[in-house]
């Protein structure tokens, strides 16, 4: 039978699988996406050629807070392709390496770390082998309420593994912590890093050279302006720009998306801060964050599909 392109391309897609392999799954199961699925499966075809190369981009982040709400751990663990992410040993693999990362100390190699008799690394390899997908750890980190101080830790997961935060809120008292005004903050926050990806707290965690390239940024824009401005006006404008990029950097100066919501626009995350703190009747404040978003940072590799047409018809 002939088989539509598209349909093989959407099986490629799904699988990692050859084109060829792909195109005979179709035409053994009549064009059926699913049992082609199955067929690619159970002939061990579902991998790439070369694994150990291959750019892992998919998978999932993954969070969980102490028992104690002390401290929050998050791990990004990557593999090839959407339909391995949902693997029941690959969501395995993830619920392990999380466990583990939360019994390491900060700045350790996770990888290194033990895992069911090896270590995470050569864990990683056996699936790598198991599924027929490059699985990678990627990265982990936590958070915690500073030793010796109250607070509370939260994490928050958002689009199903695609984007992950966790962050640690310091309160002056022990039963500030469970104040319901402080939980809805550290959950509205946790949102709040989610969407609008800040990379700072505040303008104090700016360093002299990340303002200076900011600096150098806008003026090459003015110099580039096809209708430049009189030069004695650029100290000025350039203060307007770095002003409005520190409030979508910096946490605190951020809108909270939250608040808009509400019908209260303009409202920043530090008045909504100060707002908790009075409610709760004792100081608050964000004592650090971590936001992932699964892939970021990984050059994708950009398959040709139309080259790969002409190969498999000969041409």
């Known amino acids: ?42 002939k ?17 982040v993954r969070a969980a807070v102490s028992a104690d709400k002390h401290a929050a751990t998050m791990v990004e663990v990557n593999i090839q392709t959407d339909f391995a992410a949902r693997n029941d040993a690959f969501k395995a693999f993830v619920g392990d390496v999380l466990a583990v990362a939360e019994k390491t100390l900060a700045g350790a190699d996770l990888a290194a770390q033990p895992l069911a008799g ?35 830790a939260h994490a928050y997961v958002h689009l199903g593994g695609k984007i992950g935060v966790i962050l640690a809120i310091e309160t002056e008292t022990a039963e500030a912590a469970s104040h319901a ?67 979508e950097s910096c946490l605190l100066e951020q809108e909270s998306a939250t608040a808009a919501a509400e019908g209260k626009p303009g409202t920043t995350i530090e008045a909504l801060r100060a707002a908790t703190a009075k409610a709760a009747g004792v100081s608050v404040t964000i004592a650090r964050f971590v936001r992932f978003e699964r892939g970021e940072g990984i050059e994708k590799k950009s398959d040709d599909f139309a080259a790969e047409v002409a190969k498999m018809a000969g041409g």
């Not at 391309?9 to 060829?20: C, I, N, Q, Y």
């Not at 195109?23 to 699925?37: C, F, I, N, P, T």
């Not at 050629?49 to 981009?57: L, T, W, Y």
């Not at 959950?187 to 360093?207: G, K, N, V």
């Open 1 to 42: 039978m002939a088989v539509d392109l598209k349909l093989v391309k959407e099986l490629r897609e799904r699988t990692s699988a050859g084109m060829s392999d792909c195109k005979s799954a179709l035409e053994e199961s009549a064009g059926d996406m699913e049992k082609a699925v199955a067929i690619i499966l159970k």
């Open 44 to 60: 061990g075809l579902a991998k790439s050629a070369k694994r150990a190369g291959a750019i892992a981009s998919e998978g999932e």
């Open 118 to 152: 090896k270590t995470v690394a050569e864990a990683a390899t056996d699936l790598t082998a198991k599924i027929g997908e490059k699985v990678a750890v990627r990265r982990w980190d936590a958070v915690a309420v500073p030793a010796g101080k109250h607070g509370v």
């Open 181 to 247: 005004e402080v939980l809805k903050f550290a959950d509205d926050t946790a949102m709040q890093i989610a969407a609008m990806a800040p990379t700072m707290l505040q303008r104090s965690d700016a360093t002299a050279d990340m303002v200076a390239k900011q600096k150098d940024l806008y003026e090459g824009q003015l110099r580039e302006d096809p209708k430049p401005k009189p030069e004695a006006a650029w100290p000025k404008i350039i203060e307007g720009k770095l002003n409005k990029w520190y409030s």
